[in-house]
C-alpha cells in the first residue's frame, strides 16, 4: 500500500524549542509515507498561523485540524459548552469556537495559494451532557458554511461509563454515526480513544466496523492505551500511548493496527489512516519518527 494516506499528530511528539520543531517539521516532509498533519487548536495554528503554514509541504493533501484541545479547555471553564449541549449558550459559545477555526483555516489557505486544510475534526461535547439532536442541528449549521474545501467530521471520543470518571464523555459512537450519516458528515476514530472507553483492545475494530457498515468512515488514527501507569500518565489514560514495541503496557500492537487499518480500507478504500503519539521526552528526532513510522508499517 505505497500510495495510502498517512498522517501524523506531529504534536503529541513535538520536541521543545522552536528550532528543534522546525527541524522536526522538515525530517517529516522529508518523509514520502507522510500524507499530512493533524493539528491541534487552537496551538500553532492559532497563536502563529504563519509559522505553521511554513511547516506544511506543499503536496500534503491530507492535514486536519482537531478542535479537540480547545473543546476541553473550554468544557473546563464551562461544563455547558458543547456542540451537543442542550444548553442554548453552552451549543452558541461552541458554534462561535468553531468559527475561529473556519476563520482560521481560511486564512491559511489564503497565505499559501491553496486549500491547504483537508478536513476538521469535531466533538460532540459537552461532558456527561451531550445530546444527539442538538448536535446533529450544530452540524448542520456548520455544514451550510463555507469550509474552503475542508470536510466536517466528527472524531469520536469515549463516552460515559458507569462508575468511572470519564475522559472525554462524549456521545456513544452508535449516536455520532447515526448523526454523521443524517446530516452528511464523517466519522474517525481514535484507536485509543475507543479502547480506553470499554477498556477493551477490541472496541476500536468494533466502532470501525459500526461506521463503515453505515458509510460514513473516513479515518482511523492510531494512538495506545493501557490498563498501567507509566510515564504517560495513569492508567487509561487519553494519553497516546506509543505502539506495544515502545511501550509494553500498550494495547496497540502490530496486529490490532494491522486488522483494523485493513477492516477500514474494506469499508473505504480512501480511508484515511494515522498515528498520534507520545514519545520519550529525551527521544532524538529520529526515534520520534521511527516510532511513527512503525504504525504506518503495520498499517501497511
Known sequence: MATQKFVLGAYASLPAGRENQEDYYALLRAQEWVSGLEVPYPGDIADDPRWLADQLAHEWDQTSITVIPGTMKQ????????????????????????????????????????????????????????DADAFA??????????WGGARLVVEHCDAPRAGRKPEKGFLEIADEVAVAAKVGAG????????????RDAEAPLRHIELAGQVGVLEGVIFSGAGPEETRYGYSWIDGH???RADEPSSLLGDAEVAACAQ???????DVVLGAKICVPEDAILGERVAMLKRICDAAR
Open 187 to 198: 466519522i474517525y476514530i481514535n484507536w485509543g480513544r475507543s479502547c480506553l472507553e470499554e
Open 137 to 146: 442541528r450544530s452540524l448542520e449549521e456548520l455544514l451550510g458554511q463555507d
Open 263 to 269: 477492516a477500514a480500507r474494506g469499508y473505504n478504500p
Open 241 to 243: 500511548l506509543p505502539a
Open 75 to 130: 468544557v473546563g471553564a464551562n461544563p455547558t459548552f458543547g456542540l451537543a449541549s442542550t444548553d442554548e449558550a453552552g451549543r452558541a459559545a461552541a458554534l462561535e469556537y468553531v468559527a475561529g477555526v473556519r476563520r482560521t483555516l481560511l486564512a491559511i489557505a489564503e497565505r499559501n495559494g491553496r486549500p491547504s486544510v483537508s478536513r476538521v475534526q469535531l466533538h460532540s461535547a459537552p461532558t456527561n451532557g451531550a
